[in-house]
């Protein structure tokens, strides 16, 4: 079975220009989450879809950071224009329910885009 | 925010050694989730736990949730080369929010 699918896996970008990471959840997860990994901070959480709507975002650094999950197998995040510090890896990952199964660690990662921003 | 603190930040240890790494919460809570990211991937989830005291196994891989809702450890016995890589405590909140220790790096010599 296919699990979390993202894309690219890898992406070297110059300041200012815009990214957009991709990611395809398991087919019947109706719970999303994109987390951010760096030395410094760790795996935080940016957002969380439910249902294909945006429940929380209050992980989401600053406007220049944006997701949208258009349909049920689909996401994306974008950041417009990107920096130096954006430079991490970014993970999508779903679950299925409300979300609550995470809590019970059925959550399922995708492999990671590894973003540098230069 | 609530903190997480897990340690070692990073162990070096000899193929056949045994490995034991913890966190600790200054709050309590319900669920601790252990989990592993070989390098390159994603995380993957190697124990979960739903009870003070409880002990569960997984293969070499041993976790305990504290008797105080506050901790949890992780042993692996008898470590092998692909036992490399990540270890991550997390705890579960509210509804769907996972907050993730800083991880543990092993290292394992053949």
């Known amino acids: 079975d296919a699990g979390v699918i993202q894309s690219p896996r890898h992406e070297v970008t110059e300041m200012g220009q815009e990214v957009t990471l991709r990611c395809k959840p398991i087919s019947g997860h109706n719970s999303l989450f994109w987390y951010r990994q760096t030395m410094m901070r760790g795996l935080e959480l940016l957002i969380y879809f439910n249902n294909n709507v945006p429940i929380d975002d209050s992980g989401m650094p600053e406007d220049r950071f944006s997701a949208k999950m258009p349909n049920a197998s689909f996401s994306t995040l974008k950041i417009q224009p990107s920096e130096p510090r954006d430079s991490a890896v970014y993970f999508c990952a779903s679950s299925s329910g409300d979300g609550s199964s995470a809590n019970t660690g059925e959550l399922f990662f995708g492999e990671g885009s590894r973003l540098t921003v230069l | 925010g609530q903190q997480l603190n897990q340690s070692p930040q990073s162990m070096f240890i000899q193929e056949g050694e045994d490995v034991s790494m913890n966190c600790t919460s200054s709050?309590?809570?319900?669920?601790w989730l252990w989990y592993k990211q070989d390098p390159g991937e994603g995380p993957v989830l190697l124990i979960a736990?739903?009870?003070?005291?409880e002990l569960t196994s997984n293969g070499r891989l041993t976790a305990q949730f504290g008797i105080t809702r506050k901790d949890s450890f992780l042993n692996i016995s008898a470590s092998i080369p692909s036992d490399v890589g990540i270890y991550f405590c997390a705890r579960g909140g509210s509804n769907y929010k996972l907050t993730f220790g800083k991880g543990t790096l092993l290292t394992v010599n053949p």
């Open positions: 709050s309590i809570f319900n669920t």
């Open positions: 736990l739903y009870k003070a005291g």
